[in-house]
């Protein structure tokens, strides 16, 4: 059995949701689950029409955002059902009045609550139309809420998952009796009151390694707009090369320093059960991609692996006595990273000061500035970009570094890492 993925890009019109169609007819009856995000930026476009109702835009912002979505959906589902008797028409308008209420009757304070409630209708929507279609066309599935079987803990848009009883609904619902297909969404899972809860941006990867680890899947298939992994992000670098293999560890580290094509969870628990990852393009799915597995060398070919982090700020923290940094001053400064949730992307400590690169959140980082000034100096440069090479070479160092003022260099064994 293995678990498919297709992301935002694979079902964003009427024809992707055919070729999709065409792909899980390939697998000819074999035991599938299939894992769907949002069409195509209806994430985004939520999230705007959350913010619209949230902070009291005009009854017009919340209106045109609301019918830009319904459209968009019923754009897709007109071309996609030329019988206007099929009952997706129905389903679709019950499941707008459903928003509809949500927008209506926002009756909390609380932002994550209401954005997992509300954002969650993406991948809702998306799932219930190419179930819908692919009936239509006999591919025979069943569709399925997953949020009634992924549990969470409750912070809902960065929801921690409870793999205990994840794993005994998963197991007890998808038994392939009836079906060989299921269909279900990424992203979403329930708390323990039945609250909508979000796995964070990108969270649909994560939930095809969470059914994939519980399911013991052959194989995790993760259908993408590029043909893998490439060693540089083809929508920034001209000449980029794909990958073909990369063992587990590799894939940890190169998305724990940013690369974006998978999500950051999703590895882990695949390498846990030894579950291989195939990254391929939906365009040309007979093309074999890059396959992440437990691979005993770290990537093939061998190559220079360039990451990009763009809109660094570095903060650089010094005691206002002029004394050194010491373990005590760390640790409070780290508390303060704690408490204001701030990732750290690289860190740097000389006898006087502390530096730290973290992505410029602005609100975030401005109060975080306004604490720490309290008991430090702090000093910092932004619009910086956190370049890491995996795998360098002096080339490929000097290929991103020419003519850049680098404020910080960091070199290890297989990875250097700069920010200019
Ligand atoms: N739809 C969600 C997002 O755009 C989750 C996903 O696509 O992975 O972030």
Redesign the pocket.
């Known amino acids: 059995m293995d678990i498919l993925k297709f992301?935002?890009a694979s079902v964003k019109s009427a024809s992707a949701v055919k070729n999709l169609l065409d792909i899980i007819k390939s697998y000819n009856n074999q035991k599938i689950v299939v894992v769907i995000?949002?069409m195509g930026k209806m994430?985004n476009a939520f999230e705007k029409l959350l913010s619209n109702i949230f902070y009291e835009k005009e009854k017009l912002d919340i209106q045109n955002s609301f019918d830009s979505i319904k459209k968009y959906h019923f754009d897709i589902v007109n071309e996609l059902f030329e019988d206007n008797e099929n009952h997706i028409f129905q389903k679709l308008d019950f499941l707008f009045k459903e928003i509809n209420q949500i927008i209506e009757n926002k009756n909390t304070n609380d932002y994550s609550f209401l954005y997992a409630k509300l954002v969650s209708f993406?991948?809702i929507l998306s799932t219930t139309i190419v179930s819908y279609y692919l009936n239509s066309q006999n591919v025979n599935n069943e569709w399925i809420d997953i949020r009634k079987y992924i549990k969470t803990d409750n912070n809902y848009r960065e929801a921690k998952v409870e793999w205990e009883s994840s794993t005994s609904n998963i197991l007890k619902k998808i038994d392939f009796k009836n079906t060989s297909i299921y269909i279900t969404q990424?992203?979403i899972g329930s708390d323990n009151q039945k609250n909508t809860t979000t796995l964070g941006?990108?969270?649909?990867?994560f939930t095809g390694a969470i059914l994939s680890y519980i399911l013991d899947a052959e194989k995790f298939v993760c259908y993408k707009d590029v043909a893998g992994i490439f060693n540089a992000d083809p929508n920034v670098f001209e000449q980029t090369k794909l990958l073909s293999k990369i063992s587990y560890q590799e894939a940890i580290e190169l998305t724990y320093f940013g690369a974006k094509v998978i999500h950051q969870k999703t590895i882990k628990p695949l390498q846990n059960k030894d579950i291989p990852l195939l990254v391929k393009s939906f365009i040309e799915p007979e093309k074999t991609g890059t396959i992440i597995y437990d691979f005993d060398k770290q990537i093939e070919p061998k190559m220079p692996v360039f990451i990009i982090k763009e809109n660094q700020i570095l903060i650089s923290i010094s005691p206002k006595d002029f004394s050194f940094v010491a373990e005590k001053s760390i640790n409070i400064i780290y508390n303060y990273i704690v408490k204001h949730n701030i990732k750290v992307n690289l860190m740097q400590n000389s006898a006087l000061n502390l530096s730290i690169s973290v992505n410029n959140d602005t609100q975030k980082i401005k109060s975080f500035i306004s604490e720490l000034k309290e008991k430090f100096k702090v000093r910092y440069n932004n619009n910086l970009k956190l370049i890491t090479i995996r795998h360098y070479t002096t080339q490929a160092i000097k290929q991103m570094t020419d003519g850049k003022k680098i404020l910080i260099e960091q070199k290890s064994r297989n990875t250097v890492r700069v920010i200019c």
Do not use: N, P, V
């Open positions: 992301g935002g995000s949002a994430t993406g991948e990424g992203f941006r990108e969270g649909s990867d």
